[in-house]
């Protein structure tokens, strides 16, 4: 069982920069994918990135590539999503998730069913 609190969303001018943190609890956090979703209001919830349980590896939505980048410290249990570059078609409730890293592809890490346990959310809004 995996419990994920995110933090760190706010309002900021377009051009700016937020950091957001996922801080989970429980046992083996390395053996969980942690993933980034958003979703804006009336759209889909969608894939934002991705990070692999041990932190060698990343995969971000074209959307954000070379803007927002995914890190994680397993000894805090506390991954990271650094946005930077903010655009207003950026603002959305953010929410990190988690799944079993064995379970994951290239292709199920972007599914929102494929993740066992999700984060309450945290709005983020930019302002043009």
């Known amino acids: 069982q995996v419990q994920l609190v995110e933090s760190g969303g706010g309002l900021v001018q377009a051009g700016g920069s937020l950091r957001l943190s996922c801080a989970a609890s429980g046992r083996s956090f390395s053996t969980y994918l942690v993933g980034w979703f958003r979703q804006a209001p009336g759209k889909e919830r969608e894939f934002v990135g991705a990070?692999?349980?041990?932190?060698?590896?990343?995969s971000y939505a074209d959307s954000v590539k070379g803007r927002f980048t995914i890190s994680r410290d397993n000894a805090k249990n506390t991954v990271v999503l650094q946005m930077n570059s903010l655009k207003p078609e950026d603002t959305a409730v953010y929410y990190c998730?988690?799944?079993?890293?064995?379970?994951?592809?290239?292709?199920?890490?972007?599914?929102?069913?494929?993740?066992?346990?999700w984060g309450q959310g945290t709005q983020v809004t930019v302002s043009s």
């Open positions: 998730a988690a799944a079993s890293q064995s379970l994951m592809t290239v292709v199920t890490m972007m599914r929102v069913d494929k993740y066992q346990y």
């Open positions: 990070i692999s349980g041990s932190g060698a590896g990343t």
